[in-house]
């Protein structure tokens, strides 16, 4: 599984109509505030955008919505495994990407062989109060040496002129929220941050067709997300 480089993260479908169509192609739908009807409809949403782009769409805690919805990737903080359905999820073929913040919660993650490892936040974050220091490129690094071949998703405090610093500490991706939706200028910056990702990785976009591709332990490859 290859994954685009650029992992923009907002709260509703109608930001993927503004991203998609810069070559976007990786996204986290994250809303945390909403009915479940209201969570499913922007879901079913992202879902067809993102099928129409050739984007991938990472939903966030509502993974049986996803299910529902025929998404084929969710995220899960180190809260959600407690209640979530790991291996319903990966017999449905489902990939799983975890957030990890220590060493006992990265054990955890890589127990459940993961399709992406997150690791926040990497600087200082206005987004949310947070209980863990920031991480650091170091972080990065030895992150890196201890998953391997795992995809690593750096988070927290990053700007298109810190993705160099990320990259070059061995980040695979990098997940942006406010230095994009924050913008006065969202799309431009996100320009921004595609080129520069261009310069220092080899996958500024997604290699290979969003759909359901088997997760590990899975015999499930097809479907789309």
Excluded at 175 to 196: G, H, K, Q, Y
């Amino acid at each position: 599984m290859t994954l685009a480089s650029v992992y923009p993260i907002v709260d509703s479908a109608e930001w993927l109509g503004r991203l998609l169509p810069l070559e976007v192609r990786l996204v986290q739908l994250r809303i945390k505030v909403g009915s479940a009807p209201e969570v499913r409809s922007e879901i079913r949403k992202a879902r067809g955008l993102c099928s129409r782009a050739g984007a991938q769409l990472v939903v966030n805690d509502y993974w049986l919505l996803a299910m529902a919805e025929g998404c084929d990737f969710v995220h899960l903080g180190q809260g959600d495994l407690d209640t979530a359905d790991v291996p319903a999820l990966r017999k449905a073929g489902i990939r799983i990407g975890i957030s990890t913040h220590d060493d006992a919660e990265l054990a955890r993650a890589l127990a459940l062989q993961p399709d992406y490892v997150a690791l926040g936040p990497i600087y200082p974050t206005s987004l949310k109060v947070m209980p863990w220091s920031p991480q650091g490129l170091e972080r990065v690094a030895e992150w890196k040496r201890r998953i391997g071949k795992t995809p690593l998703v750096a988070i927290g405090g990053l700007t298109a002129e810190r993705l160099a610093g990320v990259f070059n500490a061995g980040a695979d991706i990098a997940a942006v929220v406010s230095d994009i939706v924050r913008n006065p200028d969202p799309e431009a910056r996100t320009r921004e941050w595609l080129v520069t990702a261009a310069r220092h990785t080899s996958r500024p976009g997604l290699t290979d067709p969003p759909g359901r591709t088997a997760a590990p332990g899975s015999d499930q490859s097809s479907g789309q997300p």
